[in-house]
């Protein structure tokens, strides 16, 4: 193609866009923004609901909220916070700890260590987390002697199950190997989303497995543990209060304790949910910030 026929298509190509200017001119398009009724009559009765709840919960003298003003920052509900928050701490390392051990377990190509960690799963998240937890404080009733040693050698300790197994050891016990068994499952399905060739290249690379576990599969299998762990260890915090049936005082208990000389049970546990609420809100506001610190990891490790 010539230069000049190059120079009248492209003259044609302007003459034609000028002409269809002054059929279609732009400042004679009016764009018309899509509608959405739906979403504001949802709004409006989302917002009318949530009015009629707020004027039912503040002209309702049945709640208490004096009450609840005087009993928020008590010292008795302020150390059943307290002993909350150290139980779902221990019972959470105590479960992560022991979870690890139990999908490795479970992912090991040994028969009989596969069956014994599936075992433990399926025994523990068979039965209700309440009947194991009173199971361990009765305890003694079906050891009430405990010795830990070899007979005539040497012995660890012996004495008697009820000085062993107090309300704190049993709500240990019973809510961190029940969470283990759950955790076990979380960390065995985030190894098994790691790709069979890293194990592959760590043995490559003379890796025995308890190395390549610790530097290449897991450091991996993070990202997709952290937010489930996070829905555990949330949950675990609601979960104790559970240990209130063994007379132990955690913030249910102390609230119990309260109003069972008091006679005012809601505002007892409306100060209960309150200080529930704002422990959950920041876990939860933690849980985001690390996901988001290995979702970063992450995302560069890919690129």
Same mark, same amino acid.
């Given at each position: 193609?010539?230069?000049?026929q %190059?120079?009248?298509?492209?003259? %044609?190509?302007?003459?034609?866009? +000028?002409?269809?200017?002054?059929?279609?001119p732009?400042?004679?398009?009016?764009?018309?923004?899509?509608?959405?009724?739906?979403r504001?009559?949802s709004?409006?009765v989302?917002?009318?609901?949530?009015?009629?709840?707020?004027?039912?919960?503040?002209? =309702?003298?049945?709640?208490?909220?004096s009450?609840?003003?005087h009993?928020?920052?008590?010292?008795?509900?302020?150390?059943?916070?307290?002993?909350t928050?150290?139980?779902?701490?221990?019972?959470? +390392?105590?479960?992560?700890?022991?979870?690890?051990?139990?999908a490795?377990?479970?992912?090991? +190509?040994?028969?009989?260590?596969?069956?014994?960690?599936?075992?433990?799963?399926?025994?523990?998240?068979?039965?209700?987390?309440?009947?194991?937890?009173?199971?361990?404080y =009765?305890?003694?009733? /079906?050891?009430?002697?405990?010795?830990?040693?070899?007979?005539?050698?040497?012995?660890?300790? %012996?004495?008697?199950?009820?000085?062993?197994?107090?309300?704190?050891?049993?709500?240990?016990?019973?809510?961190?190997l =029940?969470?283990?068994?759950?955790?076990?499952?979380?960390?065995?399905?985030?190894?098994?989303?790691?790709?069979?060739?890293?194990?592959?290249?760590?043995? +490559?690379l003379?890796? =025995?497995?308890?190395?390549w576990?610790?530097?290449?599969?897991?450091?991996?299998?993070?990202?997709?543990?952290?937010?489930?762990? $996070?829905?555990?260890?949330? $949950?675990?915090l609601?979960?104790?209060?559970?240990?209130?049936?063994?007379?132990?005082?955690d913030?249910?208990?102390?609230?119990?304790?309260?109003?069972s000389?008091?006679?005012?049970?809601?505002?007892?546990?409306?100060?209960?949910?309150?200080?529930?609420?704002?422990?959950t809100?920041?876990?939860?506001? /933690?849980?985001?910030?690390?996901?988001?610190?290995f979702?970063?990891?992450?995302h560069?490790?890919?690129?």
């Open positions: 193609m010539t230069d000049n %190059q120079y009248r298509d492209m003259r %044609q190509r302007q003459l034609d866009d +000028a002409a269809h200017e002054k059929v279609f732009h400042d004679a398009l009016v764009v018309i923004p899509t509608r959405y009724p739906g504001w009559i709004v409006a989302c917002m009318l609901l949530l009015i009629l709840l707020i004027r039912s919960m503040v002209m =309702n003298k049945n709640f208490g909220w009450i609840v003003g009993y928020l920052f008590s010292p008795i509900i302020l150390s059943g916070l307290w002993v928050v150290w139980l779902t701490v221990v019972i959470m +390392a105590l479960a992560i700890v022991l979870s690890i051990f139990i490795t377990m479970r992912l090991s +190509a040994n028969p009989l260590l596969s069956r014994f960690s599936s075992g433990y799963i399926w025994f523990f998240r068979g039965t209700p987390v309440l009947v194991q937890l009173i199971f361990w =009765n305890l003694a009733a /079906l050891y009430p002697e405990v010795y830990v040693g070899i007979p005539g050698v040497f012995t660890l300790y %012996q004495g008697s199950m009820n000085d062993l197994i107090t309300p704190y050891t049993a709500a240990i016990l019973g809510l961190g =029940n969470e283990a068994a759950y955790m076990a499952e979380i960390i065995r399905a985030g190894m098994s989303s790691v790709d069979n060739g890293q194990q592959e290249a760590a043995r +490559a003379g890796m =025995n497995k308890g190395l576990l610790r530097r290449v599969i897991l450091p991996q299998a993070i990202p997709f543990i952290i937010p489930p762990t $996070g829905n555990q260890v949330i $949950g675990m609601k979960t104790t209060s559970l240990v209130s049936v063994i007379a132990l005082s913030l249910l208990y102390s609230a119990q304790s309260i109003y000389r008091t006679f005012e049970n809601i505002p007892l546990l409306i100060v209960a949910c309150i200080w529930y609420l704002f422990a809100t920041i876990l939860s506001w /933690l849980q985001g910030r690390i996901e988001k610190i979702r970063k990891g992450h560069q490790t890919a690129t």
